[in-house]
């Protein structure tokens, strides 16, 4: 499986941008999808997870309320719309799936599948 991130780009600051991601290869169903981004000189972070099923999202606290995390099931595809857009936010941005159940949804090595990542870059 693999998987297609896309919508990254320069924005300023308190614009939005959408992500999407796509996967390709043979059919799968993830029990999981999510985001990580990795800043310069930082450790990749956890940002959004959506469970497939049911529906269910998880954010981290710095982009809680600004970020929304979507799926299409007939697709198979997610997209993160990303609001209210800061510096901070300038990274870049991984989609992962993960068909396993173990694991907690916001670490790495939860996930099996991931993206190539896309640059976002966030002017003040």
């Known amino acids: 499986v693999q998987l297609q991130a896309s919508g990254g780009g320069l924005v300023q600051a308190g614009g939005s941008l959408r992500l999407s991601c796509v996967p390709s290869g043979r059919t799968f169903s993830p029990y999981g999808m999510g985001w990580f981004r990795q800043a310069p000189g930082k450790e990749r972070e956890f940002v959004a997870v959506i469970y497939w099923s049911s529906g269910m999202t998880y954010y981290a606290d710095s982009v809680e309320g600004r970020f929304a995390i979507s799926r299409d099931n007939a697709k198979n595809t997610m997209s993160l719309e990303m609001n209210s857009l800061n510096s901070e936010d300038t990274a870049v941005y991984y989609c992962?799936?993960?068909?396993?159940?173990?694991?907690?949804?916001?670490?790495?090595?939860?996930?099996?599948?991931w993206g190539q990542g896309t640059q976002v870059t966030v002017s003040s």
């Open positions: 992962a799936a993960r068909t396993s159940y173990s694991g907690s949804y916001y670490r790495i090595s939860s996930y099996e599948f």
